[in-house]
């Protein structure tokens, strides 16, 4: 059961690079390129010192602000959090959460990924909920429990309306910034499997409309045969996120897709 429509998101992370000078010669060297930008939905998430400044370059563009964490409190006394009012105040319409580097990291965990995403969903943002198995879980043959308990615990609670608002992104933790990606059939059974844990606990049509990234050292030369697949709807993309030609050459492949 593939989604319903065909449209692809491709998404950027950029993770702790990129001063504000940096950032904007960047932002700008995309928007150079994004006249080939029609069918498909580019996002770009920059670290938040540098939000304001991405977001002035790109406005009045095709692109999307997106961040790549959020607290679930709106304000007070929560030294170093930043809410998803002020994301929403700076100009992001998405945010990254439970991305795996947070979740080794920093402790995140699928109920404080819960309590980001009801929180990202009652300011408007749309969450980019990450989740996702080791090198240990993949050959311990436990890929799909794994994903089975980060799914359910990230949409605990969550309405089917919460659910259509949302973005999944299936990131094996042993494909992130190793230049190792799942073989395509591989991510799209995840992709599948996902879909069916979503139809259960929803619905088909919520299941169906449900748009579920790869992501795992996508670049401009593995990026067809994924995005190909149909579970799979666009991409989550780190490291060539940083390269203006090979982000845009992967957005041009998406194009080529949708078309
Ligand atoms: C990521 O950070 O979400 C990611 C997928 O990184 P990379 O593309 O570098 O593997």
């Not at 304000?75 to 979740?103: D, N, W």
């Not at 042993?174 to 992709?191: F, K």
């Not at 996508?218 to 067809?224: F, G, H, K, L």
Request: net charge negative; proline share 3%.
């Amino acid at each position: 059961m593939a989604k319903l429509d065909r449209s692809l998101l491709i998404a950027g992370n950029w993770k702790m690079n990129k001063t504000v000078n940096e950032a904007k010669e960047l932002a700008e060297e995309l928007v150079k390129g994004s006249n080939i930008i029609r069918a498909s939905t580019a996002v770009l998430c920059p670290p938040f010192t540098v939000l304001g400044a991405v977001a002035s370059v790109i406005e009045s563009t095709v692109y999307r602000l997106g961040a790549q964490n959020v607290f679930w409190e709106d304000s007070g006394a929560f030294t170093g959090e930043v809410s998803p009012p002020m994301l929403r105040a700076v100009g992001c319409q998405y945010v990254i959460v439970g991305h795996s580097e947070r979740r080794q990291y920093f402790g995140e965990t699928d109920a404080s990924v819960n309590r980001k995403i009801k929180a990202a969903l009652h300011s408007g943002l749309t969450p980019i909920v990450c989740v996702g198995e080791t090198l240990q879980e993949r050959e311990d043959g436990k890929t799909h429990d794994v994903i089975k308990k980060q799914i359910n615990g990230v949409l605990e609670g969550l309405t089917d309306e919460a659910v259509r608002s949302l973005i999944v992104a299936y990131e094996p933790v042993w494909a992130i910034g190793t230049g190792m990606t799942a073989e395509p059939e591989d991510a799209d059974e995840v992709h599948a499997y996902i879909r069916e844990l979503v139809n259960i606990a929803y619905s088909p049509d919520v299941s169906q409309n449900l748009t579920i990234l790869y992501g795992g050292s996508v670049n401009e030369s593995n990026a067809e045969t994924l995005l190909y697949m149909n579970n799979i709807d666009g991409a989550l993309i780190g490291g060539a996120s940083l390269k203006p030609e090979s982000f845009l050459q992967v957005i041009s492949t998406a194009e080529s897709i949708v078309a």
